[in-house]
């Protein structure tokens, strides 16, 4: 069993940033991809970036492009995301994910592992 540890959140003035981070723990890993959820009071979960294995292929969400940054440390099996200019509308709770899934998935359900959390709140 995989295990994932975020941290990094909390509350930001708008324009502010923060920098998320996920580290994977538990059982042998193999390749997997790694993506960051987020889902704000009364709306779904919604994929904001992912990234592959090698990260040769980079995923972002259209309202995050240009002002969040996904990146990871295979050696330490830690993924990041640095989150700049951030908005009252990017306030949520985030979670990291990894998938066994060959290639990049934004897809919820192909995600076989979770964090528990960790809360952005951005002020206006």
């Known amino acids: 069993q995989v295990q994932l540890v975020e941290s990094g959140g909390g509350l930001v003035q708008a324009g502010g940033s923060l920098r998320l981070s996920c580290a994977a723990s538990?059982?042998?890993?193999?390749?997997?991809?790694m993506g960051w959820f987020r889902q704000a009071p009364g709306k779904e979960r919604e994929c904001v970036a992912a990234?592959?294995?090698?990260?040769?292929?980079?995923y972002y969400r259209d309202s995050v492009k240009g002002r969040f940054t996904i990146s990871r440390d295979n050696a330490k099996n830690t993924q990041y995301l640095q989150m700049n200019s951030l908005q009252p509308e990017d306030t949520a709770v985030y979670y990291c994910?990894?998938?066994?899934?060959?290639?990049?998935?934004?897809?919820?359900?192909?995600?076989?592992?979770w964090g528990q959390g960790t809360q952005v709140t951005v002020s206006s």
């Open positions: 990234i592959t294995w090698s990260g040769d292929r980079i």
């Open positions: 994910a990894i998938s066994w899934q060959p290639g990049i998935t934004i897809i919820e359900r192909e995600y076989n592992s």
């Open positions: 538990g059982r042998a890993l193999r390749t997997y991809s």
